[in-house]
């Protein structure tokens, strides 16, 4: 499984969002793998028209109908978005919201990221299902110091922690992912897939760095 987080960065701006997606969905045809694309909202109506999955960045637990501000999950949906993130390190909600997305999504057959900040978070997520929990340690976001050369042991241990919950819910990891070689150890170290922002966002050239990361994740 391979994220590919925009965040709010002034590289995804306007019609860059566009072009990044474009090599996302280049990248898993050519290589027959799945790409996940997490845009800002407001570029998710320009991004889904392109052939690849879209999931939103974050989700609310306002109701549909008379509610303003918000990103719900059931016109995200209609919106032909397949998932999101929830509760990531930059956007960190309740653990009562997290468990009501988490069945939401589910209710909507839409896929549910759980994003966590150690491992005894990981425990006690994953027990909710969700279809991934994503360990990501907050220090290490953006740091270009990958989690699964810096802290190797967060990832096995979230590995033991998410299968303890004995579900099907899956570990993906995340936080300073920029080389094949740092997405290669998280997979060794029983990650089932990445989530990455900066280290393919800021990358000077897009195409070779997301292929770099896909044939890291398709040759493990
Ligand atoms: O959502 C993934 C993100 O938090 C990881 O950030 O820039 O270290 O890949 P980055």
């Known amino acids: 499984m391979f994220i590919i987080n925009f ?3 002034e590289e995804i701006s306007g019609s860059r969002s566009i072009r990044l997606a474009e090599a996302a969905s280049k990248a ?22 392109l052939p690849v999955t879209v999931f939103s960045q974050h989700v609310d ?38 468990e009501e997305l988490v069945s939401r999504l589910k ?8 994003c966590v900040k150690d491992v005894s978070e990981a ?4 027990k909710l299902g969700p279809d991934y929990i994503a360990i990501e340690p907050p220090e290490l976001i953006g740091s270009g110091k990958a989690v699964s050369k810096e802290r190797p042991e967060v990832i096995a241990d979230s590995v033991k922690a998410v299968k303890n919950a004995k579900n099907s819910t899956r570990l993906l990891c995340g936080a300073g992912i920029v080389s094949g070689d740092d997405v290669a150890r998280a997979l060794d170290l029983g990650a089932y897939g990445i989530l990455v922002a900066s280290g393919i966002v800021k ?7 997301i292929e770099e990361f896909v044939l890291a994740l398709t040759e493990n």
């Not at 397949?82 to 909600?93: A, F, V």
């Not at 209710?107 to 759980?114: A, C, D, E, I, Y």
């Open 28 to 49: 898993a045809k050519k290589y027959k793998t799945k790409i996940v694309v997490c845009p800002p909202n407001h570029l998710i109506s320009e991004v889904v028209k």
């Open 123 to 126: 425990g006690r997520y994953a």
């Open 203 to 209: 990358a000077k050239n897009w195409k070779k760095t």
């Open 107 to 114: 209710n909507l057959k839409m896929t549910s990221v759980v």
């Open 7 to 9: 965040k709010n960065y």
């Open 61 to 98: 637990t306002a109701k549909i109908g008379s509610t303003t501000g918000f990103a719900v999950p059931e016109l995200l949906k209609k919106s032909k978005v397949s998932g999101s993130l929830i509760n990531h390190s930059e956007h960190r909600i309740s653990p009562q919201e997290i």
